[in-house]
């Protein structure tokens, strides 16, 4: 199986940047989904970015634009690079491993499929944007 640890997570200001990661280990994690979820203070998780099978990303409406997500397959981590943050964009951040046989490309991630419910999480890194 594949472990995940996300890493990065801070508190800044809106308007600003911040980027953070997630190592995986065990398992190559571009031979599974790779994605970005997001939970608010109260609110459900939600999708944030999926990686398709040719590389490319698929993002929420209320990212696009502001957020970049990349793959470095020498380091075998998930990057998610967040600028012109918002407060709404306040949550735990959490990096996912959807499985393969499951995928469905081209499509924002939604944490009720089945390929993210039976496949892996990590622990979550807080990021919080104040205004």
């Known amino acids: 199986q594949v472990r995940l640890m996300e890493s990065g997570g801070a508190s800044v200001q809106a308007g600003g940047s911040l980027r953070i990661s997630c190592a995986a280990s065990?398992?190559?994690?571009?031979?599974?989904?790779p994605a970005w979820f997001r939970q608010a203070p109260g609110k459900e998780r939600e999708g944030v970015v999926g990686?398709?099978?040719?590389?490319?990303?698929t993002y929420a409406d209320s990212v696009k634009g502001r957020f970049t997500a990349s793959l470095d397959n020498a380091k075998n981590t998930l990057y998610l690079q967040m600028d012109s943050l918002k407060p709404e964009d306040t949550g735990t951040y959490y990096c996912?491993?959807?499985?393969?046989?499951?995928?469905?490309?081209?499509?924002?991630?939604?944490?009720?499929?089945?390929?993210?419910?039976?496949?892996?999480r990590g622990q979550g890194t807080q990021v919080t944007v104040s205004s």
């Open positions: 996912a491993a959807g499985l393969p046989h499951l995928s469905r490309d081209y499509k924002v991630p939604d944490p009720r499929e089945d390929r993210w419910q039976l496949g892996y």
């Open positions: 065990g398992r190559t994690y571009s031979d599974y989904s």
């Open positions: 990686i398709n099978r040719d590389g490319s990303a």
